[in-house]
């Protein structure tokens, strides 16, 4: 624990708990694109018919027919040849990191990510103690030649990604890049580790290939419902070969027995009986607004701050100009009334001074309006403007 990193996340609610202050330092889906209805429904179903039994507890590796449907929707959007007894239901995609990195890592052993990486990836691993090694990101995916490097450089446990609309750069990992991944990887001892929880907010509704695809058996993928029907049931799995569940399925076990199993019913009814297809072209259509919102009023704004372009997801982040730094960016934004996220949690080994990540997928429409001329005010006036 003396060596886990800060975590941010007190700044983060404490800025949250002010309503006077917009704030794009979060990453919280749209509360009001839930289905609270539908969930309420599915809710009254559950408990009319066998309240006792969802009730109990349960199996450690979840409700088979929530697996089930998990894996045929991975049939039917990718292509890909799940089933059942290769998913494993986690309380959020959150938890398959702790427990990955349990199962995988011993002190000094070799973990690769992104860099900027995922913070609450970061902060998962970093309890095991491992040397975690960075790969640059670039806007279609990872350096190839420094993933390269890495992987047959070092032996590196597992790479952990995200191919989808990343957090918090907001990238995509392009099919070329993927393929290459891919192509490194096969016959390595290390795993890819695919966080792939944004896979479904594609703003032009159209599926990317996982690395999976090309790796088979080598590649691990984590997915969650809480971009696509709520956080708080707290549902995710993990899609893995069966010799890495069979040990994962232990280490669940042993963390908390299974995870919520009267939210697993409700949401498996809720699934059955709602198109969640629909839903999710829903909330697609309301990002993508935002996102291109948050987007056209940089470049109007603040013309002399570059930014990402994200394809899908909920995040962007942008460079600050020179000499700017992203913690006075925070804290003078925090007495403005306009929070983003510093960049620094997200770089391991330093970094981050110069950007910001930014969530576009809370705030309403006229709340990233207002929001954004906020920050614009806020950086002509640190950068003396």
């Known amino acids: ?16 708990s002010d309503p006077t202050i917009i704030s794009f330092a979060g990453g919280l889906p749209s509360a009001a694109l839930i289905d609270t209805q539908g969930i309420a429904q599915a809710t009254r179903d559950v408990m009319d ?15 088979l027919p929530l697996r089930e449907y998990i894996a045929e929707r991975y049939r039917r959007r990718l292509g ?12 959020g995609s959150q938890q398959c990191l702790d427990l990955f990195a349990k199962l995988f890592l011993n002190k000094g052993d070799h ?28 806007d279609n995916g990872p350096d190839i030649a420094a993933f390269e490097k890495l992987v047959t450089g070092e032996q590196v446990k597992f790479f952990y990604g995200i191919p989808n609309s990343q957090n918090p750069s907001g990238c995509t990992y392009s099919q070329e890049k993927r393929k290459a ?32 695809h090309y790796l088979s058996d080598q590649a691990v993928i984590s ?90 997801g909920m995040f962007l982040m942008a460079t ?7 913690r006075k960016v925070f804290d003078e934004g925090v007495r ?15 970094g981050g001074t110069d950007t910001i990540r930014l969530n576009f997928s809370s705030a309403s429409e006229e709340q990233i309006t207002e929001g954004m001329h906020r920050l614009s005010r806020v950086i002509a006036g640190l950068s003396g403007k």
């Open 80 to 91: 890909l040849p799940a089933s059942a007894d290769e998913i494993q239901i986690v309380n």
């Open 49 to 63: 018919v066998e309240p006792h039994v969802a009730l109990q507890y349960t199996t450690t590796d979840g409700y």
């Open 111 to 138: 973990v690769g990510m992104e860099r900027p990486g995922y913070l609450g990836a970061i902060e998962a691993f970093s309890l095991y103690e491992p040397i975690i090694d960075t790969v640059p990101l670039e």
């Open 336 to 350: 403005q009334k306009v929070a983003v996220l510093p960049g620094l949690p997200f770089y391991v080994d330093g």
């Open 181 to 212: 991944i891919a192509e490194i990887l096969a016959g390595t001892g290390t795993i890819f580790y695919e966080d792939d929880a944004f896979g479904e907010l594609f703003f032009d509704a159209q599926p990317r290939q996982p690395v999976k």
């Open 223 to 312: 997915g969650s419902f809480s971009k696509i029907v709520a956080p708080g049931m707290r549902i995710g799995w993990m899609y893995a070969p069966r010799e890495i569940l069979a040990k994962f399925n232990i280490v669940k076990q042993a963390a908390d027995l299974h995870s919520n199993f009267l939210c697993q019913k409700i949401l498996h009814r809720y699934l059955t009986t709602h198109d969640l297809n629909d839903n999710i072209r829903k909330i697609v259509a309301v990002y993508g607004r935002k996102c291109r919102l948050m987007c056209d009023l940089f470049d109007d704004l603040m013309p002399g701050i570059s930014h990402t372009y994200p394809e899908g």
């Open 320 to 326: 600050l100009p020179p000499g700017l730094n992203s």
């Open 1 to 16: 624990m003396a060596r886990a990193p800060e975590s941010f996340l007190n700044e983060l609610f404490r800025v949250s």
